[in-house]
């Protein structure tokens, strides 16, 4: 995509264990195994999935806070995940995260107004005091928080002023990319409201692009432009989010839509109701051929067999199944 500044490439994270006698039998969770995408400026990709499919390992991996196994990393045209730590630093800037729960990602025994302007003075470390409290107190305006809360402390916060206190840190260095884990899964449903519409204002303010981790399909379907789908570390479908949520092709998509509360009671009765069966298996020792396959409803002897790749099925959206035209 020319509009891209992101790229992922056969990413893949495993995380070696070791079992038996004595640990001697080397073992690896493949918590993401393979993934590609691309991410355009100013765009929100969502990714979806359950928990445990590699979601977050994925985000952490992208921002290089894990070490990669394998794969590429392309950021503005830098295949970052070869870079050294020292490399890096000068990038952190440009690509920030906002974590799930607002309250522990903030240090107690920090102000405020010294958590939001950390980051300047770790990256622009020529700034005066004086210039980082205004940049901070300008920040904290921008993000609905009362400059005059400056010397106030976390605990001193709802959950939600807490968010936006993590919001307002990672804003305050004016990244490109921010990555966003399950930003509001931990706040009151009026409270995610208007965190969600905070984030898609600063996105047009400012041009970001958001990669937007969640388990909650309704809210994706608000704050998305495209979705990724991800299971036991693989990519299922990406679509756009008109096309996925209107015409989803992968049975594990179907499943997951099909989840989603309905408030029309008419609609509700109407639509069908997708179960899954079985339980999502272990990353260790994830099945042969489609990892999906012990729980699809389509599930034939090759695949068993064969891993399916992403195959486009219409433009901007592709789907991993071997049986993508039967679907």
């Known amino acids: 995509m020319t509009d891209a500044i992101l790229s992922v490439q056969n990413l893949k994270v495993h995380f070696d264990i070791s079992s038996g006698f004595f640990r001697r039998q080397p073992r690896s969770v493949k918590a993401v195994d393979g993934v590609y995408f691309d991410l355009n400026k100013g765009e929100t990709l969502a990714v979806v999935g359950e928990s445990g499919c590699g979601k977050s390992t994925l985000g952490r991996a992208i ?15 830098k295949n970052i995940s070869e870079f050294s730590q020292s490399e890096l630093r000068p990038l952190r800037k440009e690509m920030q995260i906002i974590f799930q729960d607002p309250l522990a990602s903030l240090d107690p025994r920090m102000t405020i107004g010294d958590i939001i302007g950390e980051p300047l003075r770790i990256h622009y470390p020529d700034l005066s005091k004086n210039e980082i409290r205004d940049q901070v107190r300008e920040m904290m305006d921008t993000v609905g928080l009362l400059p005059r809360m400056i010397n106030r402390y976390p605990h001193e916060f709802s959950g939600g ?77 990406i679509a756009s989010k008109e096309e996925l949520y209107s015409n989803p092709q992968h049975p594990y998509t179907k499943a997951l839509i099909s989840a989603v509360p309905i408030p029309d009671p008419r609609r509700k009765v109407a639509s069908e109701r997708t179960i899954l069966q079985g339980d999502l298996p272990s990353p260790i020792s994830p099945p042969s051929g489609c990892v999906f396959r012990t729980r699809c409803p389509n599930a034939t002897n090759v695949c068993a067999q064969q891993l399916p790749i992403l195959q486009s099925i219409a433009s901007h959206h592709q789907v991993a199944c071997l049986h993508v035209d039967h679907l």
């Open 63 to 77: 921002l290089q806070l894990l070490p990669n196994t394998d794969g590429q990393v392309i950021w503005m045209g």
């Open 161 to 237: 002023q807490c968010q936006r206190i993590g919001i307002a840190r990672a804003m305050i260095v004016k990244p490109k990319l921010i990555v966003c884990d399950e930003p509001v899964s931990a706040l009151d449903v009026s409270i995610q409201a208007q965190i969600i519409n905070l984030l898609e204002n600063l996105q047009k303010k400012f041009g970001l692009s958001l990669l937007f981790i969640s388990h909650d399909l309704s809210i994706v379907r608000h704050v998305s432009h495209r979705v990724m789908v991800l299971y036991l570390g693989h990519v299922v479908e």
